[in-house]
Nanobody, 125 residues
């Protein structure tokens, strides 16, 4: 079992930055792939970025390429999402997640089995 807790959300003006953190606990050795997702009111949950925890290989949604960076600190069992040049359309609840064993490492929420509680990010114009 893996437990995930997000933090770092808040309100910021367009063009600003935020850094989200996701603290993982439990049997973290089983997590080969982790990702960040977001869900705006009335919208489907969408993948933002993912990372292979072993190799560090990353992948991003087109909407955040060049602005967001996913990273990890293995020693601290912590996942990060650095968000720069924020736009109002980035406003959403952001979730971190760990992929299901045996699945692909993608931006599809369906491939993830463990989720945090979410943290609100609000970007004003």
């Amino acid at each position: 079992q893996v437990q995930l807790v997000e933090s770092g959300g808040g309100s910021v003006q367009a063009g600003g930055s935020l850094r989200l953190s996701c603290a993982a606990s439990g049997y973290t050795r089983s997590t080969y792939c982790m990702g960040w997702f977001r869900q705006a009111p009335g919208k489907e949950r969408e993948g933002v970025a993912r990372i292979y925890t072993g190799s560090g290989s990353t992948y991003y949604a087109d909407s955040v390429k060049g602005r967001f960076t996913i990273s990890q600190d293995k020693a601290k069992n912590t996942l990060y999402l650095q968000m720069n040049s924020l736009k109002p359309e980035d406003t959403a609840v952001y979730y971190c997640a760990a992929a299901r064993s045996g699945g692909y490492c993608t931006l599809s929420p369906a491939t993830y089995g463990y989720w945090g509680q979410g943290t609100q990010v609000t970007v004003s114009s």
